[in-house]
């Protein structure tokens, strides 16, 4: 794979395997695979046809997210290739630009691509690795949230769902307007907040992941690891909501169900202690309550269980 | 994914990464796929069928290699499985096994699986990233070979590529002795030797690799590496042809192809400085030869060019 080095690579492509620095003597490491069809299609309903670039790019964005989301920063990402044998040359010289540049727009400036892998098969996979530092800090868990903590995210909600409901409606790529545009894009190509996650470690954050299954699936892990309940608040939801109504409008659909429930934007959802500053790009959308008697983790949206049908006010 | 956690993995599966220590301030890293009916097929023409175990320890046991083959330890693996959904639970299981298996059966006590990602796809897909310490030393490259050092072999070469030519062969795999069968099962459960990458990197190894793709492409990756000839003896080669006897009798074909030829033993080629007493595990196959004018790095075969049929005389 091609790239030049970072500093943290200590030696890159061309041997059994590559070396990264590790200065304070831990890494953080995380894997993510994407496929064919699964988590992309190479031409979409609406006549988009994916490129190596994004697929290169969101692998690249995806794993730096979860880097992010411990608090950490990437220094080194490792490729494995699957790749059917008529894909074309051009495709995949696409991928290794595409992560390339997906490093570097999204500002991990110290990470570079230190080695790879290539293989066939009948569908086409990329599969990418990434370790981090935490530059002698210590990762922020999802298991930290305490009752009274303030609960913030970073980064956008609902805009790759809302991508991804557009790239499968019938309504021609080239019609949509530049801000319908924006969200088709930030499906193929995410831009979690990169700098949003050690901020948040050096202020303090209780408990941090990244919301790559939307804020109630998300949500509900950080409140099961953490034993109390995360509630969110209706005003803010319906603000991050207003924001997706160009693509809702066009397609007649539900706003409020792509930000509760879209993924794949890889924003970063973290608790706070009360009173304490938010780091820039954080802004607060609800808070961090204790479990009453019987009462299990979970989601809820003004006090009311987002399980159970408690946000419906708020959908509709 | 299961298993006990080694003392290297700070933090196991269960956040958006891992934490893995890395005492000496770096780590090695390396990545590598599995593909079905590229890597392995669930059913061969012998009637072997190939289970997750088996595919859960190749896939532990390459990538430890790559990591032995720095003259490193591993420390932690992350896991990224792709199934089809119609996948048998217990077959899914055996992966897990077989990649805790193996790490613990090739003797890698420090390592412990760390993490992973589980999806979906129309194909088998199994990828294992895998990290690594140094202790405090230097990696041992490709490129260190200098003329007159000793060309040495760790583990076995040619039983995979003996296993796979049963594995394909119509000659049932009840009917194997048990002296065939070593090479199926080391085809499909490879024991890189993974204490010999280590002595070699503390004993003053020059260079080394992993032999994954046979003596000739990876004796050839060393030469043009560090610019020189690897002088292979023929006396040692047919000593390591021979032990391929029972199967190439049974098969009728060319044990000598299979030395040569045959990666997957994932033994270690490394060369040594003249005089140097080699680390346990390893034994002399060769030299290297300083390149004459006109001359380009390559294999030979006592002093002929191995890719110019210069091996006929051994082969036949």
Redesign the interface.
């Known amino acids: 794979m091609a790239g030049a080095h970072s500093a943290a690579t200590?030696?890159g492509p061309?041997?059994?395997?590559?070396?990264?620095?590790?200065?304070?003597?831990?890494?953080?490491?995380?894997?993510?695979?994407q496929?064919?069809?699964?988590?992309f299609r190479l031409r979409w309903s609406n006549g988009y046809r994916t490129t190596g670039f994004d697929v290169g790019w969101k692998a690249a964005a995806q794993n730096l997210?979860?880097?992010n989301?411990?608090g950490?920063t990437a220094t080194?990402m490792?490729?494995?290739l699957?790749l059917p044998p008529d894909t074309p040359v051009s495709w995949v010289e696409g991928v290794a630009d595409g992560l390339t540049a997906g490093i570097k727009e999204l500002g991990a400036d110290s990470c570079s691509v230190?080695?790879?892998?290539l293989?066939?098969?009948?569908?086409i996979?990329v599969?990418v690795?990434v370790?981090?530092t935490?530059h002698g800090g210590e990762?922020v868990?999802?298991s930290g949230a305490r009752p009274g903590d303030i609960l913030a995210l970073a980064g956008t909600a609902g805009y790759a769902a809302a991508g991804l409901a557009l790239l499968e409606s019938p309504v021609n790529v080239e019609l949509l307007t530049p801000e319908q545009r924006v969200f088709l894009d930030l499906q193929c190509r995410p831009r979690p907040p990169l700098a949003a996650g050690p901020a948040a470690r050096e202020a303090g954050a209780t408990a941090m992941?990244?919301v790559s299954d939307g804020l109630l699936r998300d949500g509900r892990r950080m409140a099961v690891?953490s034993n109390v309940g995360i509630d969110l608040d209706p005003g803010h939801l319906a603000r991050l909501a207003a924001v997706l109504r160009p693509a809702a409008e066009l397609l007649g659909m539900d706003a409020a169900g792509w930000v509760l429930g879209g993924g794949e934007d890889h924003g970063l959802l973290a608790t706070f202690p009360p009173g304490f500053q938010l780091p820039a790009g954080f802004t607060a959308i609800g808070s961090v309550q204790a479990l009453g008697i019987d009462e299990g983790p979970g989601v809820m949206i003004a006090g009311r269980s987002a399980d159970t049908g408690g946000w419906d006010h708020f959908a509709h």
């Not at 496929?35 to 988590?39: G, H, K, R, S, T």
């Open positions: 200590l030696l061309g041997d059994d395997a590559a070396v990264v620095a590790a200065p304070d003597g831990k890494t953080v490491i995380s894997i993510d695979t496929v064919e069809d699964q988590d997210s979860d880097i989301a411990m950490a080194s490792v490729v494995s699957t230190a080695g790879g892998d293989g066939r098969g009948r569908e996979s599969t690795a370790v981090g935490l990762a868990l999802r992941l990244d690891a």
